[in-house]
């Protein structure tokens, strides 16, 4: 072998030495390349994994929350219904309670009504029987009404004072309190007494929510004075008026409110 082809082998074989240096640094750098990005990879599977748990986490709590929120939803609207339901036993309780009061209100109106006509009662037949002597019954048959009253009034007054009269009793006044209903009693009485001692006819009708008698006046006469009378109507919430025309004097005693 020639220098020449000598030192072109050394050249060779040394080019081959480096060649397969550079060889095996190339295969070691792909190794550890490959080695990193299988690592990578590797974290980027967990990151996923932990994010696909974390997001079927927050699915699930997103359901226990729906499932909450549902649960108190029901419980509001069962706690509105039993505050209705509540309300609406209240409402009922106290409408029970009112319409108890007022049962008890007018039984108890109704007792002292009784209580007012009862002794209205006792006194015409006290009077009645002053007059006609013991063992006479009324002259009508008391029925505790006003009608009642005037009735045997009119014919108390035919027997003591001889004045006559007709009574004409078409619907009469509504039913009045205790108070009113005797002073409405006696007011009558009291004017009927007073238009009697004039001795003139009375014709007494008793209808319209009041009282009127229609009694003739003579030529420059005036009927009875009844100013004192009317201030007690007055006062009691009744009107008691007086009113001349051509046919005599019509006094009117206004007794429904």
């Known amino acids: 072998m020639t220098p020449a082809l000598a030192a072109i082998a050394a050249v060779a074989g040394a080019a081959a030495l480096v060649l397969a240096g550079l060889w095996r640094a190339q295969r070691s750098a792909a190794g550890r390349a490959r080695a990193a990005a299988r690592e990578q990879a590797g974290r980027l599977r967990e990151t996923v994994e932990q994010l696909e748990r974390s997001e079927e986490q927050r699915r699930a709590a997103d359901v226990r929350a729906g499932a909450a929120e549902g649960r108190a939803r029901a419980a509001d609207q069962r706690a509105s219904d039993a505050e209705k339901r509540a309300g609406e036993a209240e409402r009922r309780v106290g409408e029970a309670l009112r319409r108890a009061g007022e049962a008890e209100r007018r039984a108890a109106e109704a007792d002292e009504v ?32 006003l009608g009642a009253v005037l009735a045997t009034e009119l014919a108390i007054i035919r027997e003591v004072i001889g004045t006559p009269s007709d009574l004409d009793m078409d619907k009469g006044p509504r039913s009045l309190p205790p108070p009113l209903a005797a002073a409405a009693a006696r007011l009558s009485v009291e004017m009927l007494r007073a238009l009697a001692r004039s001795g003139e006819e009375m014709t007494v009708r008793m209808g319209g ?4 008698v229609v009694q003739r006046v003579g030529a420059g006469e005036q009927p009875p004075d009844l100013s004192e009378l009317s201030e007690v109507a007055r006062r009691a919430g009744f009107l008691l008026s007086v009113d001349l025309d051509p046919a005599g004097a019509t006094t009117r005693l206004e007794i429904a409110g």
Request: a negative charge; hydrophobic letters at 40%; proline letters at 11%.
């Open 209 to 212: 929510g009041g009282i009127s």
């Open 114 to 145: 009784r209580a007012v006509w009862d002794l209205e009662r006792v006194r015409m037949e006290r009077e009645w029987l002053d007059v006609v002597g013991p063992g006479v019954p009324l002259p009508v048959p008391w029925d505790g009404s």
